[in-house]
């Protein structure tokens, strides 16, 4: 079996401050992890994907993620929010082939001027 | 390509009435998958298709539901008769090959039944 929860639906940052986005996975053998984001009236763009190579994963648009299989997390971060990464970031663990893949419930990031 | 291409962008339904739905993968893709999005239940896997073929539909919620894939370029979701509690965004997405990679989602079709 495999989950993914994703901390707060809600987060608000100033924009220019950290971005950190927080999910933690179960998976029964070595995961695959995701993170999309979904743009308001759009479907969902992958922004970077773990699988088994480097830990910290490096995705579009300035973000990047973490592999920590010590703490069972997979946390989003960008160094400095822009106005244009106002959107729901979506995580999601696989453990093998993309038609096993599980969403979490997804974060909505708001970005304040 | 243009990626993957669902239609209508919205749908407004009366209770009762069939609803059909209508995707139109990535060119060379063998995987195709239907999601349903609510604030309630976030993403749901309602379907997916492997080379035309229905692999698993354990994710569609009742015999309401029907998805098709007549061939590699088309698949129809089609729901009748409809009824409020379906109203959701429903995503087509397609990917390549039975490995971890990159699912292309289209827009979604935004049903709303009243």
């Known amino acids: 079996a495999q989950s993914v929860t994703q901390l707060g639906s809600h987060v608000s940052v100033s924009e220019g401050a950290l971005v950190l986005l927080r999910c933690n996975y179960s998976s029964s053998v070595p995961p695959y992890l995701f993170w999309y984001v979904q743009y308001p009236n759009q479907g969902l763009q992958l922004l970077l994907k773990?699988?088994?190579?480097?830990?910290l994963v490096k995705g579009i648009n300035g973000f990047e993620a973490e592999f920590k299989k010590s703490e069972t997390s997979f946390h989003l971060t960008k160094p400095s929010a822009h106005m244009s990464d106002a959107a729901e970031y979506f995580c999601a663990v696989s453990s093998g082939g993309y038609q096993k893949v599980t969403f979490g419930t997804g974060t909505k990031l708001q970005v304040i001027p | 390509d243009a990626g993957v291409i669902q239609s209508p962008r919205h749908e407004v339904t009366e209770m009762g009435q069939e609803v059909t739905l209508r995707c139109k993968p990535i060119s060379g893709h063998d995987y195709l998958f239907w999601y349903r999005q609510t604030m309630m239940r976030g993403l749901e896997l309602l379907i997916y298709?492997?080379?035309?073929?229905?692999?698993?539909d354990s994710g569609m919620p009742e015999d309401r539901f029907s998805a098709k894939m007549p061939n590699a370029s088309f698949s129809t979701l089609k729901i009748q008769p409809s009824e409020p509690r379906d109203s959701a965004v429903y995503f087509c997405a397609s990917t390549q090959g039975d490995r971890v990679s990159e699912a292309f989602f289209g827009q979604g079709t935004r049903l709303t039944v009243v």
């Open positions: 298709f492997n080379n035309n073929v229905p692999i698993d």
């Open positions: 773990y699988t088994s190579a480097a830990t």
